[in-house]
Nanobody, 123 residues
Framework: QVQLVESGGGLVQAGGSLRLSCGAS????????MAWFRQAPGKEREFVAM????????DYFDSVKGRFTISRDNARNTVDLQMNSLKPEDTALYYC????????????????WGQGTQVTVSS
């Protein structure tokens, strides 16, 4: 019972920054684990970052650790992904997802998904 809509994607040069935002509607958002995934052409959908109910617990994929920051604002029903020092390898369609358990990295374990927002990083 969660609807998700991503925004904030675009085209940036390597080394630049973008901030993605995911707006949620539904009664269960504040008790959902939220995550960002990404999928490049010809590749599997991969985990990027997750954040727990209150925002106290976070987890990041190794390749983005130190560059990306996930945050949430339950009062506004939003989850953001601040992406700094972007690399061409970060180019992908980025998805927001909602689930029930912490530290889950499999897309199959998430119950709700947004439509995706494209991030393209030029070299």
């Amino acid at each position: 019972q969660v609807q998700l809509v991503e925004s904030g994607g675009g085209l940036v040069q390597a080394g630049g920054s973008l901030r993605l935002s995911c707006g949620a509607s539904g009664q269960t958002f504040s008790k959902s684990v939220m995550a960002w995934f990404r999928q490049a052409p010809g590749k599997e959908r991969e985990f990027v970052a997750m954040i727990g109910w209150s925002g106290r617990t976070t987890d990041y994929f190794d390749s983005v650790k130190g560059r990306f920051t996930i945050s949430r604002d339950n009062a506004r029903n939003t989850v953001d992904l601040q992406m700094n020092s972007l690399k061409p390898e970060d180019t992908a369609l980025y998805y927001c997802a909602a689930g029930k358990r912490l530290f889950v990295r499999s897309p199959a374990e998430y119950d709700f998904w947004g439509q995706g927002t494209q991030v393209t990083v030029s070299s």
